[in-house]
């Protein structure tokens, strides 16, 4: 099955039932926080990717009751789902956000690039939509996922990762597409999300240690962060 054939065609919500919409309380507060950190006050505010739409519909509840929100996916299956979360100020739409006439002042795209086969022509096409660009972008590759193998082919078999980041990269990705990198911080699911499994629950207190003490040594050593990205 194709990159986008597993979006299409159901597999991915076969092996996601919830589209992981129970993590997006905690993706808004990220989000929330880099807007406030850049004093930026969109009016607009579209999603390429959407899934479920939670992220859009918590922002939703937490942003200024004159902002609009737009969330776009190529899943027949994420939009009914998403669909289902339409009000005042905020729609869904199944198709390719690429393909349309769009602008606002800031364009989201959470936890994509990595499902995408051709992503510098994914960042190339996003960039000239939005003033500002945030994306969030997990960083698979550390450590102690490649000694044991097991995490990077688990997100390659269950959720669709085709490439694999550090911060290094993910942040070279956006500069070699044209973007401007305005700001960026790690953000720690591994350790403010509920853990997965016994052995995630037992790294998140040597994460959170030395997370405090070196945050790119801890990243790249012991995994288990995403990176959030405000671009032009």
């Not at 899934?51 to 942003?63: C, D, S, W, Y």
């Not at 040597?206 to 997370?211: A, D, M, N």
Request: hydrophobic share 40%; glycine share 6%.
């Amino acid at each position: 099955m194709t990159s986008a054939g597993l979006y299409i065609e159901g597999g991915y919500l076969e092996n996601n039932k919830t589209w992981h919409a129970e993590d997006s309380p905690w993706k808004a507060k990220q989000i929330l926080r880099m807007l406030e950190k850049n004093h930026i006050q969109p009016k607009v505010v579209y999603e390429v990717g959407c899934g479920a739409g939670e992220v859009l519909n918590q922002l939703h509840q937490r942003l200024p009751a004159s902002v609009e929100f737009h969330g776009y996916d190529i899943s027949p299956q994420a939009f009914q789902l998403a669909k289902a979360r339409e009000k005042d100020r905020l729609t869904f739409h199944q198709g390719d956000l690429l393909e349309k006439d769009i602008s606002c002042d800031v364009l989201m795209s959470i936890d994509v690039i990595e499902h995408v086969e051709d992503y510098y022509t994914f960042l190339r096409k996003l960039k000239s939509k939005a003033e500002y660009k945030i994306l969030h972008v997990p960083l698979d590759l550390s450590v102690q996922a490649i000694l044991r193998m097991k995490p990077i082919l688990d997100v390659r078999r269950n959720m669709g990762h085709i490439h694999y980041f550090v911060k290094q990269t993910a942040l070279a990705s956006l500069q070699e597409a044209g973007y401007e990198i305005v700001d960026y911080f790690y953000t720690a699911g591994s350790v403010e999300l509920p853990s997965k499994s016994f052995k995630a629950k037992l790294l998140r207190y040597p994460r959170r240690l030395f997370f405090a003490l070196n945050e790119d040594f801890t990243a790249r050593v012991l995994g288990g962060y995403s990176l959030l990205m405000l671009a032009r």
